[in-house]
C-alpha cells in the first residue's frame, strides 16, 4: 500500500507568538520550527500500517514550505517514512489553506495513494481545512479528527473513531481515503539515532509550480487564494486576579457572593 | 449571486443544536450588511421535529433536504445535498458552526464550490462585498483578522458560545423541498453510531460553566468533588492535560492545545497549574476561577477570582455554599 502524509512545518507549542508592532505579521525571532503536533499522529499512524502489514508499503511524507520544512521531512525520514517531498515556489507565498490543497492535491495526485494521513489541524493556523480539500479534490471520502483506527485485513477498508461533541463516532470508509488525526489515536515514536544518520543522507523530492500541470502563478499563493491575514491582535489582558482570603469556609461563601452579585455568572 | 446568508442547521438526536440559532444570530448580522435574507439548509432524514424548530427561527426560508441516504451523516452525502441548497438559494455567505460536523462539512463544500472559508471565529462581519473575521490562531495565542479576497461565495465556522441564541418562536418560514442529487452508493464513508462516554451530557465546548480538574485531583474517583461541584450549578466537568494523561478523566474532556477550546462564561480551575497549554484552551472564558495549593500558580495570573488553598476543601464548601444560593 502506498500511505501518504501531509505534513506542516511550524512554530513549537512553547513558542512566544507576538504581533509585530504593526500587527501585520507575528514576529518570528527566536521561533523554534517543528513538524505540527497533530502530523506526528499521522506519520506514526502511516507506519504502523506498513509496519502491521509487512507487504512493501511505502510512506511518503509531503510537506508544502519554504526551505524550514525539509528539517521536518528530515525528522519523518529519521522516524520510518520511506520518501519525502519538499513542495515549494516563490509563487505560492501567500497561499491559504483551500490554495494549498489545491496544490497538495495535484502532487499526492501524481504521486499515487492508497490512503492520505494528515493531522487534524495545523497548529500554527488551526484552519483544519487542507486534508478535507485534499479529499474533495481527489473525489475520495473523509474521516476527520480520528482517536481509533482498524484497517480491514484485505486493506479495502477503515473502521474509525472519530471525536464528536458528546462521544465518537464509529465511521466506515472505503480505500482510498482522506484521514486526519486526533490526539489519542497513538503515541508518536521518537526518531532513532541510526535513523537519523540515515535520514540525512536521504534524497528529498522538490516539486515546485512547473511540475503541477494545470496550475499557473495566477493560481496559487496570495494570487490563487480566496483568504487573506490583514493584521494579528494580541489577547485582551485580564484585569488581574482577586484572591479571596479567610478561612476556608469564608472564602467560599465570599466567592459564591462574588460570583452572583459582581460577575453575575451564577 | 443573492445578497442572502445561508446557516447550515445542525442536528443531533432529531433536534436542532444550540450552535443552530447562535449561527443565525451572526447570520442576521451579516445580512443585515450585505443587504440580504437569512436562511436555512437542513439536512437529514427523520426531520420533522427539527425543521418545526429551524422554522420558528427568524430566518426566510428553510431549505429541506430529505432522505434516508441522510439518516447518518456523511460527509459526501451531507456535501452534495448542501451543494444543491447553495445552487438554488445562491447566497453570498454560507455559515456553519465551528463543530466537529461544521468544520468537516464546511471545507469539504467550500473546496467544491470554491469559495472562501474561515474557521472557527469569534467575530465575523461584511464590508464592501467581503466577509471579514476575527479568529484565534496558535492555539489561541493571538487573533488573526482575515478577510476575504474572492467574488464569488464567501464561507466561515463560527466558534460556539460566542454569539447568543436567536430566539425561536413568532415566526414561520417558509419551506422549500431541495431534493439529494448524490446516490448512496456513491457515498464511501459514512458514520454507523455514535459511542457516547458522555451520551446525554453536555460537551465541554458547549457548557456555559466549566469546572476543571488538574493532576491533584490524584485518582478519576476524586474528579466526583468537582461533579458535584458542576451538578449544583450546571456545569461541565473538564480536564487538564496533566490529569488526562494520568487516566484520571477521558481525553474528551481535556481542555487545552491538545485537546478542547471552551469558551464559557464561567470556568473554575481546581488543581490547575495553568500552563500556557492549558489556557489557551479557555482563556477567553468571560470569568476565571482559579482554587490552588500553590500560590505561585501561573493560574492566578489569569484569573479573575482566586482561592489559594487546598481543592479537597474548597470544592466542596463551594458546593455547599452553591446549593444554598440555588436553592434557599
Redo the contacts between chains.
Keep these: 500500500m502506498k500511505f501518504v502524509v501531509l505534513i506542516k512545518n511550524v512554530p513549537d507549542t512553547e513558542s512566544k507568538i507576538k504581533p509585530t508592532p504593526d500587527r501585520k505579521t507575528i514576529d518570528t525571532q527566536g521561533i523554534k520550527w517543528v513538524i505540527s503536533t497533530f502530523d506526528e499522529y499521522a506519520i506514526e499512524a502511516a507506519l504502523q500500517l506498513k509496519e502491521k502489514f509487512k507487504d512493501g508499503s511505502t510512506v511518503t511524507v509531503v510537506s508544502l514550505g519554504p526551505d524550514r520544512v525539509v528539517e521536518s521531512l528530515r525528522t519523518a525520514l529519521a522516524m520510518g517514512a520511506d520518501e519525502a517531498v519538499h513542495v515549494w515556489d516563490p509563487a505560492f507565498e501567500g497561499t491559504d489553506a483551500l490554495n494549498t490543497a489545491k496544490i497538495l492535491a495535484k502532487v499526492v495526485a501524481s504521486l499515487g495513494y492508497d490512503l492520505i494521513l494528515g493531522g487534524k489541524q495545523g497548529i500554527d493556523y488551526d484552519a483544519a481545512q487542507t486534508c478535507a480539500a485534499v479529499a474533495e479534490h481527489l473525489g475520495i471520502p473523509q474521516v476527520q479528527v480520528v482517536t481509533k483506527l482498524e484497517m480491514s485485513d484485505d486493506k479495502t477498508k477503515i473502521t474509525a473513531r472519530r471525536r464528536v461533541e458528546g462521544g465518537d463516532e464509529v465511521v466506515d470508509i472505503k480505500l482510498p481515503a482522506v484521514l486526519t488525526c486526533e490526539k489519542g489515536l497513538n503515541e508518536p515514536r521518537y526518531a532513532s539515532l541510526p535513523g537519523i544518520m540515515k535520514a540525512k543522507k536521504k534524497e528529498i523530492k522538490k516539486v515546485g509550480l512547473s511540475d503541477l500541470g494545470g496550475l499557473g502563478p495566477q493560481d496559487v499563493g496570495a494570487a490563487g487564494s480566496a483568504t487573506k491575514v490583514v493584521g494579528y491582535e494580541p489577547l485582551a489582558e485580564r484585569l488581574g486576579c482577586r484572591l479571596i482570603e479567610g478561612e476556608p469556609a469564608d472564602q467560599a461563601v465570599k466567592l459564591v457572593r462574588a460570583l452572583h452579585e459582581e460577575a453575575k455568572v451564577i | 449571486m443573492t445578497h442572502d446568508v445561508l446557516v447550515f442547521a445542525e442536528i443531533?438526536d432529531g433536534q436542532l443544536k444550540k450552535i443552530t440559532a447562535e449561527v443565525v444570530t451572526a447570520a442576521a448580522k451579516i445580512a443585515g450588511k450585505s443587504g440580504g435574507a437569512v436562511d436555512l439548509a437542513i439536512l437529514g432524514n427523520a426531520l420533522d421535529k427539527a425543521v418545526d424548530e429551524a422554522a420558528s427561527l427568524p430566518v426566510r426560508n428553510v431549505f429541506v433536504v430529505k432522505s434516508p441516504v441522510l439518516e447518518k451523516?456523511?460527509?459526501?452525502g451531507f456535501?452534495s445535498g448542501l451543494e444543491a441548497v447553495i445552487r438554488k438559494a445562491d447566497p453570498c455567505v454560507v455559515l456553519f458552526g465551528a463543530?466537529?460536523?461544521g468544520?468537516?462539512l464546511?471545507?469539504?463544500v467550500?473546496?467544491?464550490v470554491?469559495?472562501?472559508?474561515?474557521?472557527?471565529c469569534v467575530d465575523v462581519d461584511f464590508e464592501n462585498g467581503a466577509l471579514k473575521a476575527?479568529?484565534?490562531?496558535?492555539?489561541?495565542?493571538?487573533?488573526?483578522?482575515?478577510?476575504?479576497?474572492?467574488q464569488?461565495i464567501?464561507m466561515a465556522s463560527i466558534r460556539p458560545n460566542i454569539y447568543p441564541p436567536a430566539d425561536k418562536g413568532g415566526n414561520r418560514a417558509a419551506l422549500e423541498d431541495v431534493a439529494l442529487p448524490i446516490a448512496g452508493d456513491a457515498?464511501?464513508?459514512?458514520?454507523?453510531?455514535?459511542?457516547?462516554?458522555?451520551?446525554?451530557?453536555?460537551?465541554v465546548?458547549?457548557a456555559e460553566?466549566i469546572v476543571a480538574g488538574g493532576r491533584s485531583l490524584k485518582s478519576a474517583e476524586n474528579f466526583k468533588i468537582l461533579e458535584d461541584l458542576a451538578d449544583v450549578?450546571g456545569g461541565s466537568v473538564g480536564a487538564s492535560r496533566a490529569a488526562v494523561d494520568a487516566g484520571y478523566a477521558p481525553?474528551?474532556k481535556?481542555i487545552g492545545?491538545?485537546?478542547k477550546v471552551v469558551n464559557p462564561?464561567?470556568y473554575i480551575a481546581c488543581g490547575v497549574s495553568g500552563a500556557?497549554?492549558h489556557l489557551v484552551g479557555m482563556?477567553?472564558s468571560?470569568?476565571?476561577?482559579?482554587v490552588n495549593k500553590d500560590p505561585n500558580a501561573p493560574i492566578?495570573?489569569?484569573?479573575?477570582?482566586?482561592?489559594?488553598?487546598?481543592m479537597f476543601?474548597?470544592v466542596p464548601?463551594?458546593t455547599?455554599?452553591?446549593k444554598k444560593?440555588?436553592n434557599g
Excluded: C, W
Design positions: 443531533r451523516y456523511s460527509t459526501e456535501a463543530t466537529a460536523m468544520k468537516d464546511s471545507a469539504r467550500a473546496a467544491r470554491g469559495a472562501a472559508l474561515m474557521t472557527d476575527k479568529r484565534p490562531v496558535y492555539s489561541g495565542k493571538v487573533y488573526a483578522h482575515v478577510v476575504s479576497t474572492n464569488g464567501k457515498i464511501h464513508g459514512m458514520v454507523r453510531e455514535m459511542e457516547g462516554s458522555g451520551a446525554g451530557k453536555k460537551d465546548t458547549e460553566i450549578i481525553h474528551s481535556q492545545q491538545t485537546g462564561k464561567l500556557i497549554q482563556r477567553t468571560k470569568v476565571i476561577v482559579a492566578f495570573q489569569s484569573a479573575d477570582y482566586g482561592i489559594v488553598g487546598d476543601e474548597i464548601l463551594l455547599t455554599e452553591f444560593l440555588l
